[in-house]
């Protein structure tokens, strides 16, 4: 089945203690992002990856870090999270756009929670 | 730039009635034009999309016209259910989303 995992699904965490989300694709898509989901302000993106080795930032970069060691795996890492990064989270992926396969496909989300 | 603007929810309705939900853009070229939709504790799924002018997306009784010359993408339903409540997303190419508009409807 194609799809994009999550994990954790859900985190409490302290200020300062780092923390990593992974996603992980099995549609071998290029194109992997992610986003935080925050009452009144819709879905923005953080970071995205046109391909391995190839990261980019979103609207919204500060305090977090990804990496794209490999073409399935995006993880979203948080090095000193702070209370303003409590949020949803979701992870997406997709083919080269303006292609049949540009459609974005998402994880089922992880809420985090920073005290 | 690139934006999306998407209507204010929410948006209350009864059982039939008629949906609309305003989305236009503004953007250099012709972008791919994305609904999804998020139910209640879920991820986001793909509703329908349009990839070119005067494309019409359809999908589960939801429909959207790429209108190139009012740069909009309007999700239209002629009879909603109760089951159609969920917040839904106008997205632009991959990029740029609406912030979302929220559907209750009441039976």
């Known amino acids: 089945e194609a799809q994009v995992t999550q994990n954790p699904r859900y985190l409490i965490t302290v200020t300062g203690k780092k923390l990593t989300v992974t996603c992980s694709q099995n549609?071998?898509?290029?194109?992997m992002s992610w986003y935080r989901q925050d009452p009144g302000l819709g879905l923005r993106q953080i970071y995205y990856?046109?391909?391995?080795?190839?990261?980019d930032k979103g609207d919204v970069p500060e305090g977090y870090k990804v990496s794209r060691k490999e073409k399935r795996n995006f993880p979203l890492i948080l090095e000193s999270p702070s209370p303003n990064q409590t949020s949803l989270y979701f992870c997406?992926?997709?083919?080269?756009?303006?292609?049949?396969?540009?459609?974005?496909?998402f994880g089922p989300g992880t809420r985090l929670t920073v005290l | 730039g690139n934006s999306v603007t998407q209507m204010e929810g929410p948006v209350t309705l009864s059982e039939e009635a008629f949906l609309t939900i305003n989305c236009t853009y503004t953007?250099?070229?012709?972008?791919?034009l994305f609904w999804y939709v998020q139910y209640p504790g879920e991820g986001l799924q793909l509703l329908l999309k349009?990839?070119?002018?005067?494309d019409k997306g359809s999908n589960k009784g939801f429909e959207a016209t790429y209108r190139k010359e009012t740069t909009s993408f309007h999700l239209e339903k002629g009879s909603v259910q109760v089951s159609d409540s969920a917040v839904y997303f106008c997205?632009?190419?991959?990029?740029?989303f609406g912030t979302g508009t929220r559907l209750l409807v009441s039976p």
């Open positions: 997406a992926s997709s083919g080269p756009r303006d292609t049949s396969t540009d459609t974005q496909y």
């Open positions: 997205l632009f190419q991959k990029l740029v």
């Open positions: 549609m071998n898509h290029e194109y």
């Open positions: 953007a250099t070229g012709y972008p791919s």
């Open positions: 990856s046109m391909n391995v080795e190839v990261t």
């Open positions: 349009a990839t070119k002018a005067d």
